[in-house]
């Protein structure tokens, strides 16, 4: 995330919208913002009515990845801020999708596991080709 | 979810409580990147 901020002014000029998705309370993703990622607009899926309807796996196997055990701990050493889930779903994965101005479907990037992003290099090349 | 497809159409509701739907964003004339987030734990 902290790569797509740091890019915004490339996602503007290229007339994208970033639009970030999440199923986490308001209180809970207030203070993400607040910790994180500000300028992006989050919209807020509480029964991840969208995560279903853009077909986004639950795996607690790919979620809880060894990848992912292994960022944590990462985080933990650095002392890095983690956010209580509230209880939340934590084998919900995410995923990127690019949709062009007519509505289609232009990257579809499912996460494999809940370390897993496309490269903003990638995702930048898609819109640029649009 | 197949690529050129038709990507499905939504409305959520945003963190200071207005309503944004894919369609309206479209109508804006822009691309749009959505990220779905995991968990924020």
Known sequence: MAQLCARQDEFNSAHTRVVIVSFGTLPAVQKWLQETCSPFEVLL?????????????????RAWHPRA??????????????????????????????????GVL???????????????DDLLAVIQSL | MK???????????????????????????????LVFLRHLG
């Open chain 1, 45 to 61: 899926d509480r029964e991840r009515e969208v995560y279903r309807a853009y077909q986004l796996e639950r795996s607690l196997w």
């Open chain 2, 3 to 33: 690529l050129n497809s038709k990507a499905p159409e939504f409305t959520l509701t945003n963190s200071e409580g207005r309503s944004v739907s894919l369609s309206g964003i479209m109508a804006e004339g822009q691309h749009v990147l």
């Open chain 1, 69 to 102: 055990l292994w960022l944590y701990f990462n985080r933990w050493i650095k002392r890095e801020t983690f956010y209580d889930a509230h209880g939340d779903d934590t084998s919900q994965l995410g995923g990127d999708f690019i949709i062009d101005r007519q």
């Open chain 1, 106 to 120: 232009r990257l579809v990037y499912p996460s494999r596991d809940s370390t897993d992003r496309p490269p903003v």
